[in-house]
Nanobody
Framework: QVQLVESGGGLVQAGGSLRLSCAAS????????MGWYRQAPGKQRELVAS???????EYGDSVKGRFTISRDNAKSTVYLQMNSLKPEDTAVYYC??????????WGQGTLVTVSS
C-alpha cells in the first residue's frame, strides 16, 4: 500500500517561510502527478499547488508568486516552499498523489499555523 508522509509544518510568524516535504513509498513516483491541498477550519479543501510527471505546475490564485512546488524523483519526494506567509495560509496541508488507473492517495496532513 502506497503511503505519503508529510513533514515540515509548524508555527511561523506572518512574513516567514516554511518548506513542506512529502515522501512517497511508490517506486514509480515519477509517473505520478503530485499535489498539495489545504483545509482551514470550516472551509472546503482547496488546491494549493500541483506538479505533473512532466513538471507542469499549477497554483491556486491565493498562493501564486509566494509558493513554489517542486519534486525530486530520485528521492520520491515533493516539496512546497512557502514564502511571505499570511495568517490566512493557516490550515492543514495534505499531500496528494494521482495517476490514471490507480487509486488516489492522500497523506495524513501537516498543520501550518501563521501568527499575525
Amino acid at each position: 500500500q502506497v503511503q505519503l508522509v508529510e513533514s515540515g509544518g509548524g508555527l511561523v510568524q506572518a512574513g516567514g517561510s516554511l518548506r513542506l516535504s512529502c515522501a512517497a513509498s511508490r517506486n514509480t513516483f515519477s509517473l505520478n502527478a503530485m499535489g498539495w491541498y489545504r483545509q482551514a477550519p470550516g472551509k472546503q479543501r482547496e488546491l494549493v499547488a500541483s506538479i505533473d510527471s512532466a513538471d507542469g505546475r499549477e497554483y491556486g490564485d491565493s498562493v501564486k508568486g509566494r509558493f513554489t512546488i517542486s519534486r525530486d524523483n530520485a528521492k520520491s519526494t515533493v516539496y512546497l516552499q512557502m514564502n511571505s506567509l499570511k495568517p490566512e495560509d493557516t490550515a492543514v496541508y495534505y499531500c496528494n498523489m494521482k495517476r490514471p488507473g490507480y487509486l488516489e492517495v492522500w497523506g495524513q496532513g501537516t498543520l501550518v499555523t501563521v501568527s499575525s
